[in-house]
């Protein structure tokens, strides 16, 4: 049976998977489910200083045990929410588009020639659970974060944010562009309800903030001084996006 719920992605014949294929001249690019076979990819991105020396979670050096613990996880993020839409489909066929808590795809593979796919990188996007939420006062923060994760799915004062990266030998291609605006259009604003998001990069991450930039997010606080990352002291830049402004 036909998954409506799926909407507006596509299924792939080969392997059962949704898809999110980027429009023109990114065609070859698709968004998919997280995969256990990702690792070996996973492993040699994330042990590239091009990549972690601008991300605040994953270890460096990045292991096997790293990989298996986080992909094993994610994937399972993915796999709920497939069933969820599954579910849904099965009980009201030809029923309303439901409103859901996550993205069934998240994976950025460049599709080749003969069909095969290769792993390039990754989207999330998560109810914001960081300290950073509003302002400076931080006995407020953690309530602010308490109440955001309070909240019930579709509801459109929730502050979501975006993580991101992609392998070096694809940068500066657009293709994160393309696949943040993509991913907003197609899925997270129709099926999430998403009406805000804020965004976190490290300062000097020119890169991720010309992504946001080119995606409508606007710069709405410069801290200098953040944090101690990965023997740097780093600053950190806030971007907001607004359903409402765009
Ligand atoms: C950030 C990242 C995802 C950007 O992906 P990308 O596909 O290379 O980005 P795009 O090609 O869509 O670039 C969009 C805009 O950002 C700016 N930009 C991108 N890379 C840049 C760089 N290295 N230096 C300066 N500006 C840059 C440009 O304005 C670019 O638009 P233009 O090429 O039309 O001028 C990628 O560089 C990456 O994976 N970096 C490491 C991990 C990371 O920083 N993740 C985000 C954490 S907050």
Not at 113 to 137: S, Y
Not at 186 to 212: K, Q
Request: proline share 7%; glycine share 6%.
């Amino acid at each position: 049976m036909v998954n409506r719920q799926l909407s507006p992605l596509q299924v792939n014949p080969r392997n059962g998977e949704p898809f999110l294929q980027l429009p023109s001249p990114h065609e070859h690019i698709i968004i998919t489910p997280l995969r256990l076979t990702d690792k070996p990819a996973i492993i040699d991105i994330m042990n590239d200083k091009r990549v972690s020396q601008w991300l605040e979670g994953p270890p460096y050096p990045y292991l096997q045990e790293h990989a298996d613990l986080w992909v094993d996880a994610n994937k399972e993020v993915c796999d709920v929410a497939i069933r969820e839409l599954e579910e849904e489909n099965r009980i009201h066929p030809g029923g309303p588009l439901k409103v859901v808590e996550s993205c069934p795809v998240r994976s950025i593979r460049e599709v080749k020639a003969d069909g095969t796919d290769v792993f390039l990188g990754d989207i999330r996007v998560d109810r914001c659970a960081n300290e950073e939420l509003d302002d400076d006062n931080a006995d407020k923060e953690n309530s602010l974060v308490d109440a955001n994760m309070a909240k019930q799915t579709g509801d459109p004062s929730i502050v979501w944010t975006i993580g991101d990266y992609l392998a070096p030998s694809h940068h500066r291609q657009g293709i994160m562009s393309a696949a943040i605006a993509a991913l907003l259009k197609d899925w997270v604003i129709p099926r999430c309800n998403v009406h805000i998001i804020r965004t976190y990069a490290m300062l000097g991450n020119e890169g991720s903030v010309g992504v946001f930039r080119k995606n409508g997010f606007k710069l709405v606080k410069t801290k200098k001084v953040w944090k101690e990352l990965k023997g740097k002291e780093r600053g950190l830049s806030v971007l907001e996006w607004r359903l409402e402004d765009q």
